[in-house]
């Protein structure tokens, strides 16, 4: 018998190397091709939630189409917490993830049972509750206007604080965080729970009949991606320097689903965040241009998922496989 | 003791009686066929005996402890796999892969989010050993979806076997295949009986008659038949059946 080869391990070091390199050095390209430093905060925070995201819609294949609740569950959790005295910049992001992963389990409590529309329907319905909760607390959230003057303690490393209150320090200590949370979500792809979350994913019904607790393993992801969704709100409330009920709006769970899938979260680990630095950046370069540039980029949206479901990853992909080919016959 | 034990079950869909007062017994280490026409009710007694569907009136027994209207995943941890007839697989994970996900270590600690899949060797090898016991050696890596119908077949039954059970359901393994493939299949059940407790349902009657050692003949909905292959052929019952000239 042939001794049994083991697959190829799949690559992360390359792209994990070059997206950490490109954000890094974004403070000194970034101004020369006419951008500024608080997009790259703003792309990273996106790309964090995005990348969370993905672990729910990609890897499990659950559609949460109310997912900015979770965000923005966050960022008023985050803000509320800063706001008190004595409340450090830790403790701030625990708060975020912590809320947010609670609100999480009560909402995958109602709907780990269900899959496809009814799952997404379901989000959807949390998702406006939330929103419309962020509203009308007025006393605890600050209704329509919001939480403001969030501030931005320092971050207190045991033998020195690092002030973030420049742009620039807060997008290293998010840079840092997110650097951590994508090797941590790569890693988890390949543990036991990724891969029966794959197998879940694929055939719920076999996967009961091999012994899985199916609505166990759903439950799980959808507070795992909360988790992150609220971490993600967190640091948008220090960005902002305030929390609003917009950020839990349809629309806004509507951007981070656009970002994975032109991204191409379908099929590629970094799609959420190409997803997330095109949206951010086709805002401001088309905002800039129109005011209606949404509608243009829900038309392109429309366009890749009606031609390129695999997304811009997928498009790379191709292109890559295809240069291959053409090595190999030369 | 039987290993299992089905108590005068009893289902309906609607108006429909599909399984009416059907009792059956495996003992362990047996190879036990169902056969029946189509509609007879094969598969819905399959799906009621592993979880799928609850009873509306019987017990089942599993090994003694009570098993009736257990959820899919109970009767699978307490040692009862299956096979599908219409094939039910990870589609796009890799022939190893999808033996894995089945393996007990993965069943066990499913919520594990420490230590790499990929690098568990002795889990791979495992694997690889189950697959290339089904006839799959060197396809590990072919993508489920990907595999010919007779290898997918295969698959199905691997996957099957990868939690080890004490007890093994396989819902017509020949569904479908050329005489070719039927032989592999065949030969294969047949070294499977050394490890566990089959039911197997099949339509290919011939099949069935040559590796069971005890045969049901279910038929509206009721046992109208059991016995050893024997034991049938003299059956007047199944000799007036449609089954008799296949049988005889």
Known sequence: MPAFQAAPAPRFALGYGVVLALFATSPVWLGTVGLYQYLALEVLIWSLYALGYNLLLGYGGLPSFGHGAFFGVGAYAAGLALKQPDVGLVAGMLAAIGVAAGFGAFVAAFISHRRGIYYALMTIAFGQLAWFVSIMWHSVTGGEDGLLNVPRPPLDLGFIQVSLTSHAALFYFALTLFAVIAWALWYLIDTPFGRVLGAVKQNEIRAAYCGHNVWLVKFTVFVLSCAIAGLAGGLFALAQQSAYPNVMSLNNSGYVVMMVLIGGGLVSFWGPVIGAVFFIVARDLLGAYTETWLLWYGLLFMAVVLFKPEGIAGMIQQLRDRLRRRDVIQ | ????????????????????????????????????????????????????????????????????????????????????????????????????????????????????????????????????????????????????????RCLEIAVALAPEPRLLFLDEPTAGMGAQGARRLTALIEQLRQRTTIVVIEHDMPFLFRIADRISVIQWGQVIAQGTPAELRADPWVARSNLGAVVA
């Open chain 2, 1 to 152: 003791m039987p290993l299992l034990e089905a108590h005068r079950l009893h289902k309906r869909f609607g108006q429909q009686i599909v399984l009416d007062d059907v009792s059956f017994a495996v003992e362990t280490g047996e190879l036990v066929g169902i056969i029946g026409p189509n509609g007879a009710g094969k598969t819905t007694f399959f799906n009621v005996l592993t979880g799928r569907y609850r009873p509306e009136r019987g017990e089942v027994f599993f090994d003694g402890r009570d098993i009736t209207g257990a959820s899919a995943m109970h009767i699978a941890r307490n040692g009862i796999s299956r096979s599908f007839q219409l094939m039910n697989l990870f589609d796009s994970y890799s022939a190893l892969d999808n033996v894995i996900v089945a393996m007990r270590p993965l069943i066990n600690r499913a919520f594990r989010m420490t230590g790499q899949v990929r690098r568990d060797s002795a889990l791979q090898a495992r694997a690889a050993q189950l697959l290339s016991d089904v006839g799959l050696a060197g396809k590990e890596h072919a993508v489920a979806k990907g595999l010919a119908y007779g290898d997918r």
